[in-house]
Each structure stands twice: as structure tokens, then as C-alpha cells.
């Protein structure tokens, strides 16, 4: 399917079909300034069971601009060759990112966000997964992006990436503010519980208001697991 406006955009999601993977590229430049956008997901719970949708999105080197929420609730699917710019998100909920809020089984591969903010203070149970791509990568891999913006929130805050649970990171960039409010804060990635990171670079300026906690960096926040090479830090924290 070819994409053309925002109409299309959106309709993306109807268009998934269960257990199969569905195939989209964007012919232009798409602006969501005004209009209602509902996240799209990838997958769905059917009697307890996990229905994935996957997508696969060549953004054709266009650029998707002004999106008030992450593109994507669940992303199952790969996403390449796009730029999204301007995205001010302000949400109150566990997982927040601009491309998605999780991401499953994903291959996101030359990216490009810029100008984006997003705010996600408040979140239940005082936890959250904010990421200035993805709040939380389950499996998968993130190569050849780059992110730049402003995150606020609670905690696991990463410019990239909230929580890397595995998958791979590879060559990725990220530059801007990140202020939170307790612990597992870094520059690229907040919490990193496994998976790898390889030859990624943060100038991301990093802040806290708790001096209980610690658990900041200016790569990551927290490694629990994982391996880290190639990679280095030159923001303040």
C-alpha cells in the first residue's frame, strides 16, 4: 500500500491482517499538526492469546511531521527510511515513545527524529518506560537512527530507548535534555536489562531531582544485563 496523507496514515491500521505481514511506504511528506491521531497496534489479545499484525513501513526518505502521540501503541514489524520531526507528546502512562511505545520482534533501521518532546510525568504504580524512539524494546534491533529532543518523566528515560529488555543498538545517535524525577536515567538508554549496544555516541545533558537513588548516566542509566562496546558519553550529568 502506498501512503500519501495523514487519512492514509491512520488507515494503516485497518489494513493488518492477523499472522501475516503488511507492507506500506509513504510517496510524501505527511504534517499531523491538527489532526486526531490514534496510536496504531501491531497486535491483539484474543482469549488470552497474542494475535500479532505485523507492519513493515519504508518511510521512502519522506518525512512524517508534528504527530501528537507515538506512531504506534505495539510495534510488531520493521520501520526504515524515515524521518519524524516535531512530535510533542504529553502523556500519563507506563510506555511512551515517539515511533512506539513498545516494540516486539522489530527491526527499526535508518531513522531520523528531531525536534520532539515528550512529557510523561505521571505514571501508575509510579513506574514508566520513556523513550525518545521507544519506550520499551522487548526484541529486536535499533540500527542507524538518530534522536534529538527534550524528555521529562519519572523514570527509566532514555533518548533512545527506556528499557532495552534484549534485542540489538547499534551505531545509533542521540543529542538533547532529559530531566527526571527518581532513578535509571540515561542518555541513549534508561535501563538497559539485556541485549547489546554497539558504537552508539550521547551529548544528551541528563538530570535528576532525586539524590536518594542515582542510577544516571550519561549513556545508561542502569545496566543489569547486556554487553556495551564502542559506545561513549559527553553530556553533563
Keep these: 500500500y502506498l501512503v500519501a496523507d495523514a487519512a492514509a496514515l491512520q488507515g494503516m491500521g485497518s489494513l493488518l491482517t492477523a499472522d501475516a505481514v503488511t507492507y506500506f511506504k509513504l510517496t510524501a511528506n505527511i504534517d ?3 489532526a486526531e ?21 519504508d518511510g521512502g526518505n519522506y518525512t512524517i511531521s508534528n504527530a501528537p502521540e507515538a506512531l504506534f501503541s505495539t510495534l510488531y514489524g520493521s520501520v526504515q527510511n524515515l524521518t519524524i520531526d516535531g512530535s510533542k507528546i504529553t502523556v500519563a502512562r507506563t ?14 533501521k535508518n531513522v531520523t527524529v528531531k525536534n520532539i518532546t515528550i512529557s510523561n510525568p505521571a ?16 526484541s529486536g534491533s535499533v540500527e542507524n537512527v538518530t534522536v534529538a529532543g527534550t524528555l521529562d518523566g519519572r523514570e527509566r528515560l532514555g533518548m533512545l530507548v527506556g528499557n532495552l529488555i534484549d534485542g540489538t543498538v547499534k551505531n545509533c545517535s542521540v543529542s538533547g535534555e532529559i530531566s527526571g524525577i ?10 538497559m536489562t539485556g541485549g547489546s549496544v554497539e558504537n552508539c ?37
Design 182 to 191: 527518581n532513578y535509571y536515567i540515561g542518555g541513549l538508554v534508561g535501563l
Design 32 to 34: 499531523l499538526a491538527g
Design 201 to 237: 555516541s550521547s551529548s544528551v545533558n541528563v538530570t535528576t531531582a532525586s539524590t536518594a537513588y542515582g542510577r544516571i548516566g550519561g549513556l545508561i542509566g542502569q545496566v543489569e544485563a547486556g554487553s556495551i562496546s564502542g559506545s561513549n558519553a559527553s553530556g553533563s550529568v
Design 123 to 138: 505514571t501508575e504504580n509510579n513506574n514508566g518506560y520513556t523513550g525518545g524512539l521507544v519506550g520499551r524494546l522487548y
Design 95 to 108: 510506555s511512551a515513545g515517539v515511533l512506539a511505545d513498545n516494540a516486539k520482534e522489530a527491526t527499526i
Design 37 to 57: 491521531w490514534t496510536r496504531i497496534n501491531t497486535s491483539e489479545t484474543v482469549e488470552d492469546a497474542t494475535v500479532v499484525k505485523a507492519i513493515a513501513l
